[in-house]
């Protein structure tokens, strides 16, 4: 019989990463997931208060919907295992029924800042990581080998207290060949854009009126485009901008990578878009340090799935 691998999926950045490591492991059985929970989490779940997670079920809703699109085979919460390997997009929640599993994670992107939750949760560890968003990624040493964007990310999570043995640098399917992006159908060029974050979503807060007028400012005059999050409330986010930068244009759908890569400005705050604008040679600003965001700056590869794939298969095989 083959060997099974199940692969939980998240975010759609997550799931189409996933995927594309997927591809190259066809000589094993494939089941995937919308990522999920349990006990506790799962009753918060039901009760909508998770809906600014990839465990809600909007995101939920978006990545089986990708899943079914692509003929691939769901098994929600991985109810027909046992399994051989689980690939996963997080390690801030570790499911239950995988935690006796051989576990790979993969990097997604950018990480939260580390708030005064993530110390929180790095020196309480009975508090649950996700609490911390993404800034916990890697810190649950449930897996063995962790698949990271890029040589400045292996030395941040090894600062995180991430294993250096567990580490290996693959770079991460979206963001290994940014030049692609540049042969695109988008009909504008030469503008500011603007990548919002549902910050507000996620209950952070933010003055959108203050970063909306930075991005006038930024602009001084040139065409602007603001590419809003999924996420976001799309209805009050195109608002404020009408209001507050009039004669923007706003999209809430469409790839961002290639308006990115048609603009000569990129402004974002807590977006792993700002790596396509680094790799791509934009003049690119964030409320990152952008020098630390320069050396975290995914690989340029073209392989990332391949090596993901490779680890995969190692992870799999060895005794």
Wanted: glycine share 6%.
């Amino acid at each position: 019989m083959r060997k099974r691998i199940f692969f939980i999926c998240g975010s759609m950045n997550q799931t189409t990463q996933l995927h594309q490591v997927s591809e190259h492991l066809r000589e094993y059985e494939h089941s995937f997931s919308p990522y999920y929970c349990h006990g506790f989490d799962e009753i918060l779940r039901r009760l909508g208060l998770m809906e600014f997670t990839i465990i809600g079920d909007k995101l939920a809703g978006r990545c089986r919907t990708y899943l079914q699109d692509h003929g691939l085979p769901i098994d929600y919460q991985g109810r027909n295992g046992p399994y051989d390997l689980v690939v996963t997009c997080s390690d801030v929640y570790l499911q239950k029924n995988i935690r006796d599993n051989r576990i790979v994670a993969v990097q997604e992107g950018i990480t939260d800042p580390e708030n005064f939750l993530f110390h929180l949760v790095k020196r309480f560890r009975f508090l649950p990581r996700w609490f911390a968003g993404t800034a916990a990624t890697g810190l649950s040493d449930a897996y063995r080998a962790f698949c990271v964007a890029s040589e400045g990310y292996r030395d941040f999570f090894i600062r995180k207290g991430v294993r250096p043995e567990k580490i290996v640098v693959t770079g991460i399917p979206n963001f290994d060949n940014c030049r692609r992006y540049c042969s695109n159908d988008f009909p504008y060029k030469h503008y500011v854009l603007v990548c919002t974050s549902p910050l507000r979503e996620i209950f952070r807060g933010e003055d959108r009126k203050a970063f909306i007028r930075r991005a006038v400012e930024i602009a001084g005059g040139r065409p602007l485009v603001f590419k809003l999050h999924p996420n976001e409330n799309i209805a009050r986010a195109t608002r404020e901008i009408h209001r507050y930068a009039p004669g923007a244009m706003v999209f809430a759908t469409g790839s961002a990578e290639e308006m990115i890569a048609n603009c000569d400005v990129l402004l974002t705050r807590f977006s792993s878009t700002a790596f396509v604008g680094l790799a791509l040679g934009k003049e690119t600003h964030s409320d990152f340090n952008m020098d630390e965001m320069r050396r975290l700056t995914p690989v340029q590869n073209g392989s990332a799935a391949l090596n993901i794939a490779d680890v995969c298969r190692r992870v799999l095989e060895e005794d």
